[in-house]
């Protein structure tokens, strides 16, 4: 629902040419509700669809036929599913030598592989919602976060296999896994224990290893994150503050100092802080070229003026003719953000079009 879509779209951003395939009724996710009502059209910009009913052997058969002219096949179906229809990388290897055949599945081999797994059941047993909950109280992160990493991995690992069959001339068979993510994620965690012998803390009531590295209330209501970690950082918002003698105190004078008095040391900066209004005080944090962050909502993105400014949203028209706006892939080439160059597609919409080039592929007439 989320993996593979977010494997292909990134693809498609990229520039390849993505086909989804769908069946007769569509893409489930097109017709999600509540929280879940932005899957598809988030993970379908610049990707064709093809209507394929792979429930019948015809349809078996047009997908093998798109299979093996591909470059690459992304699935994210549950174990064994594809092989039911012929359409596993065994079956279709020795017909499409130089197919990179990609699975993202929810357990890499060994003995977990045949479970069925969701973004949650593996930020459980992963760690990652122990490190972000409240103690007993395990909490989900707020994105798919494993989902959307390892729809990312797997692109990783499709353009490593295609520079491998730039040199030797084959295909490859890889696979992304959220559970192996998910414990990717928490490799800091793991060496924090492994190093010092201490069972890991959630960040909800971990103790900050730096001076100032919290949240703070202002005089308008809304909440904003300051950092203060670097001796000029210090220095800087000491002065502009009007707290000199804090940078005579000799219990202050090193980063360590400071933590041990963060007993004091916060309560005041929050006094401070609750003098100014959020776009006072953001002005002011900026001037000192300080870490500072307002607490936003994901629906307060869309006005962000450094988004709109970079070409960080992108336009989308969906099926039913509203415009909307919708997150670029975050990086640029050249200075530029990558483009949409095809809105969420309607069920089928290229079904004659990828068809008729599939029949001139097979004929020996494509350019």
């Known amino acids: 629902m989320v993996m593979g879509p977010s494997c292909g779209m990134i693809l498609a951003d990229l520039g390849a040419d993505v086909i989804k395939v769908e069946p007769p009724k569509g893409d489930r996710t097109r017709f999600f509700k509540s929280v879940a009502s932005g899957f598809f059209n988030t993970y379908s910009r610049n990707k064709r669809s093809v209507v394929i009913d792979t429930a019948t052997p015809e349809g078996r058969e047009t997908a093998r036929e798109l299979i093996v ?43 977990y592989e045949n479970r069925l797994a969701l973004d949650e059941v593996v930020q459980m047993m992963g760690g990652l919602a122990y490190m972000t909950g409240l103690p007993g109280k395990p909490m989900r992160a ?48 793991m060496m924090f224990e492994s190093v010092t012998g201490e ?19 202002t005089k308008s209501g809304d909440k904003i994150f300051i950092s203060i970690v670097g ?7 000491c002065r502009a503050f009007g707290r000199e003698a804090w940078l005579g105190d000799p219990r202050l004078a090193t980063s360590q100092g400071r933590v041990d008095n963060r007993g004091w040391i916060i ?19 900026e001037r000192l070229e300080l870490p500072f962050a307002p607490v936003n909502t994901p629906g307060d993105l869309f006005d962000d003026p450094h ?12 099926n039913d003719g509203r415009t909307v706006k919708t997150p670029a892939l975050p990086f640029t080439f050249d200075g530029s953000r990558l483009t949409k160059r095809r809105d969420p597609p309607m069920i089928g919409q290229h079904t004659e079009e990828v068809l008729a080039e599939l029949q001139d592929r097979k004929t020996g007439t494509a350019n």
């Not at 290893?209 to 919290?214: A, E, M, S």
Request: aromatic share 10%; with cysteine; net charge negative.
């Open 231 to 237: 001796e000029e950082h210090w220095e800087g918002f």
């Open 307 to 318: 988004l709109n400014a970079s070409q960080g949203l992108l336009e989308l028209t969906l």
């Open 69 to 111: 002219r591909a470059d690459v096949l992304i699935e994210n179906f549950r174990p064994g599913l594809l092989a039911r229809y012929g359409l596993d990388y065994e079956t279709l290897a020795p017909d499409a030598p130089r197919l990179i055949y990609c699975s993202l599945k929810g357990y890499l081999p060994g003995p």
């Open 199 to 217: 069972r890991s803390v959630p960040w909800s009531v971990k103790e900050s290893p730096w001076p100032v590295y919290d949240l703070f209330d």
């Open 142 to 189: 707020g994105a798919s976060v494993n989902d959307i990493m390892g729809g990312m991995f797997g692109v990783i690992a499709i353009q490593a296999a295609l520079a491998q069959r730039e040199r030797t001339g084959k295909g490859a068979y890889i696979q992304s896994a959220l559970f192996e993510n998910n414990v990717f994620l928490m490799a800091q965690a």
């Open 267 to 285: 309560p005041e900066i929050r006094s401070i802080v609750a003098g100014y209004d959020l776009a006072e005080i953001s002005t002011i944090l």
